[in-house]
Every structure is written in structure tokens, then in C-alpha cells.
């Protein structure tokens, strides 16, 4: 039989782990629980992060993340009494800037940057168009995995509804700048040399016109000169798009899918495997995020579970209705915990001999640097035996 690699395996055999899922399922949380494992573990760990709501920052104990790298402190680690034996920095992704950065990469001249900068358009697609953060998430990794500074990156991804477009936004990218709708803004006004109405030809005056009752002239102007603009970039541009989603195919890139023990979150998880295997990408390990634990049933039986209950009840409160209630919630939380043992097990079954890891639902959000390390052992199966300290 082939032995299954473990989690920690993974990280020690790879220069980029990239950790991929649904929308709120824990990627950031096991970005992060990985990078901290890895550092503690003798490797120089970059952890490539995207966290809006800063509450990673804050539990590495920085204050505020910019798009620089920072370091995590030393006596962090030691405060908690957590070995260090190597160092971690963590980046958070700024998506504006990075595309920012691209932009002053290929133009020609400080004006042509300028003009794409100072874009309306420019600023739509930078910030809040679907795909952009994905790819710019790439981007940044493809940049940064060429400094030596670190042995590792690991990689956490934007909070997309679908896992899947993560990997189309090369592609997708590549055809935003290199759609018919493009060329045809770009024939349509590059020939003029001139962004004016006046100078195209005539049918596509005729369609800009027309559009221009809807959107007011000077929104043309903006994309004509945006569609200009960025023309002048595609060259280098889309070379540059390749490559980045080339890179995703080195040997030494790992993907770790990540997944909620909900059934939705599991089909996707099966299904983005699928697509990473046809893509020749195939998914190095799957965390199964969040499973609840099987609570056992209460010793004692209905009379005399009320009458314990009422021992210890403070006075005022019926222990009938009390045991009642607790009874309910118990049961609830069992078949909660038995829906998550079938989904847990669903995955596990269809991924095969990969790399498979449990992460249990703890009581409280995952906000300090003991907490990463906690899911740290169970990510890599070196947390304490049920018995030991369990999750709270
Ligand atoms: N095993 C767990 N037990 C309890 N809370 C958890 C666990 N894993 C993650 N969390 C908490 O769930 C919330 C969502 O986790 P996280 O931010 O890692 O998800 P995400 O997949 O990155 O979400 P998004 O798609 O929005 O980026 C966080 O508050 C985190 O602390
Ligand atoms: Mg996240």
C-alpha cells in the first residue's frame, strides 16, 4: 500500500502552498496555521495573506498589515512558550497596489502610466471587478516566490463564492485585455490617434454615440483612453499573465483544498479537485475544516439526570424544563456532529490516498497565536491524544 504523506511533509517538500476553498471555510486560518508550523519548524515562512477584516494581523500580533512584508516577532512565539526555529513574515494582499505596480512595470513613460492610473475605468477594474483579486493574488506570488528570502510561501486565497476562479483568472484576465469588445474600442479609436468621437469610423461613432445618451461622453473618453492605455501594456501584459499561470504548475507548488464539513462545501471541494487534476495540478492535501465532535450521551437516565441537574441548578430555575432544554441542545449538537462524521468521510473516501486532515470545530474563533498553533497540530496529526488537552 502507498503511505499518505503527511500535512508537514507537504510543506517540507514544497516552495509554495497555496490554500484554496469556498467563501468562510478557514483558508486564512490554515494559511496561517501552516505558515506557523513551518517557522516553528526551522523554515523562513512568508504568509501571503488576504484578510480585510486585519483579525490575522492581529492575532500574529501586528498591528496593521500593509502590503510590505512584516515580520512576526520572536518574543511572540516565546511568550507563548512556542519554539521558533526559523522565521516568519506575514504580507497582506493589496490588491489595487499590486495591479498598480504591474501597470508602472510595462508603460512606456511616466505619462502613459499616469493616464492608466488616473483612470476611472482603471480604478472599476483595479478595485471591485470579479477576478481582479484572484489574479493579483498570483501575481504578488509570482513576484515574491523570486526573492530568496524565504524557503517557503504559503499562499491564502480571495474570499470567491467559487473556489474554481481562482485558477480561470489568468485566462480570464488575458481575455479582458484581449476580448473582440477591446479591439474593437482599440481599432476603433487607435487609428485616430486621438480619443475623439469625431475621428472613428463611422458605424462605431455611430454605436459610441448611441452608448453615449446612456453613459455621458466623458465616460467614453475614459474607456477609450483606459482601452488605449492598456493596449499599449498587452504585449508584456499577457506574457506576463502566462507565466504567472504557468508558475502554478511547477513541481514545487502544493495545493491544499480547504472545506467546510457541509455537504455544498464538499462537492465543491471534490469538484475544484477534479478541475486541479485536469489542469495537471493535481490537490497535494484536504483539510477538512471545522468538524464537530461527538458528544457522548449523559450516564444517567431522565429522573435522575433531572435530580443531578437540580443539584447544581441556582435556585429560581425549574430543573425539569432545564434538563429539558440541555437535552435538546444535546441532541442537536450529536446530530450535528453525525451529519459532519458523513461528510468528513465522504471527502476522504473521493480524494483517495491524499493527504486528508480533520480540523475540529473549536468553541471560539481562531484570534491568537496559540489558537494557529493549535490548529497547527492537528493539521500536521501532532495534536495531543483525546485524552491529553482537547479543543475547547
Ligand atoms: N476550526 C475552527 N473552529 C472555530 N473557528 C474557526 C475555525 N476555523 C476558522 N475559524 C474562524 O472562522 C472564521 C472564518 O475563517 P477564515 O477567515 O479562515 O475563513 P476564509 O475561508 O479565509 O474566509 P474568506 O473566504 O471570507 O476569506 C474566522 O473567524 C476564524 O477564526
Ligand atoms: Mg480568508
Redesign the pocket.
Known amino acids: 500500500m502507498v503511505r499518505r504523506m503527511s500535512l508537514a511533509e507537504v510543506l517540507n517538500t514544497h516552495r509554495v502552498v497555496v ?1 484554496v ?12 496555521a501552516l505558515a506557523v508550523h513551518a517557522a516553528m519548524n526551522g523554515r523562513r515562512v512568508l504568509c501571503l495573506t ?2 480585510p ?1 486585519r ?2 494581523a492581529n492575532s500574529l500580533g501586528l498591528s496593521e498589515m500593509s502590503g510590505e512584508e512584516q515580520d512576526v516577532s520572536a518574543e511572540l512565539f516565546a511568550e507563548h512558550g512556542l519554539p521558533l526555529g526559523g522565521q516568519l513574515s506575514a504580507m497582506m494582499l493589496d490588491t489595487k497596489r499590486t495591479f498598480d505596480e504591474l501597470i508602472t512595470r510595462y508603460a512606456s513613460s511616466d505619462e502613459a502610466r499616469d493616464r492608466i492610473l488616473d483612470n476611472k475605468i482603471y480604478n472599476y477594474v483595479s478595485t471591485s471587478l470579479a477576478g481582479t483579486g484572484e489574479y493579483m493574488a498570483m501575481e504578488k506570488l509570482h513576484d515574491v516566490r523570486e526573492r530568496d528570502e524565504w524557503d517557503l510561501i504559503v499562499l ?5 463564492s467559487n473556489a474554481l476562479d481562482f485558477l480561470d483568472a489568468p485566462s480570464k484576465m488575458v481575455g479582458l485585455v484581449d476580448s473582440p469588445a477591446m479591439r474593437w474600442f482599440i481599432d476603433a479609436f487607435a487609428s485616430s490617434g486621438k480619443l475623439s468621437l469625431n475621428l472613428v469610423g463611422k458605424s462605431a461613432a455611430l454605436v459610441l454615440k448611441g452608448l453615449a445618451r446612456f453613459t455621458g461622453a466623458g465616460m467614453l473618453d475614459s474607456i477609450a483612453e483606459f482601452v488605449t492605455g492598456f493596449n499599449e501594456l498587452f504585449g508584456g501584459f499577457r506574457e506576463r499573465a502566462e507565466k504567472v499561470a504557468s508558475a502554478l504548475k511547477k513541481d514545487d507548488v502544493a495545493f491544499v483544498i ?1 472545506s467546510s464539513p457541509s455537504p455544498l462545501s464538499v462537492d465543491e471541494a471534490i469538484f475544484f479537485n477534479e478541475r486541479l487534476d485536469s489542469s495537471g495540478m493535481a490537490a497535494d492535501a484536504f483539510v477538512i ?3 464537530h465532535e461527538l458528544l457522548s450521551e449523559p450516564p444517567l437516565r431522565s429522573d435522575a439526570l433531572i435530580e443531578a441537574v437540580a443539584a447544581v441548578l441556582p435556585a429560581g430555575l425549574d430543573p425539569k424544563k432545564t434538563t429539558r432544554r440541555m437535552r435538546r441542545a444535546l441532541d442537536d449538537s450529536r446530530t450535528l456532529a453525525v451529519a459532519d462524521r458523513i461528510q468528513a468521510d465522504r471527502m476522504k473516501i473521493a480524494v483517495g490516498s491524499a493527504v486528508c486532515v480533520e ?9 491568537d497565536l496559540p ?1 494557529l498553533a493549535r ?1 497547527a497540530a492537528y493539521l500536521t496529526d501532532t495534536a495531543p491524544s483525546p485524552d491529553g488537552a482537547k ?1 475547547t
Not at 21 to 32: I, L, Q, R, S, Y
Not at 156 to 160: A, F, G, L, Q, Y
Open positions: 490554500c476553498g469556498a467563501g468562510g471555510v478557514g483558508k486564512t486560518t490554515t494559511a496561517a488576504i484578510d477584516a483579525r490575522l491564502d486565497t480571495p474570499p470567491t480547504v475544516n471545522g468538524v480540523v475540529p470545530a473549536f468553541e471560539e474563533d481562531v484570534h489558537a490548529v479543543p
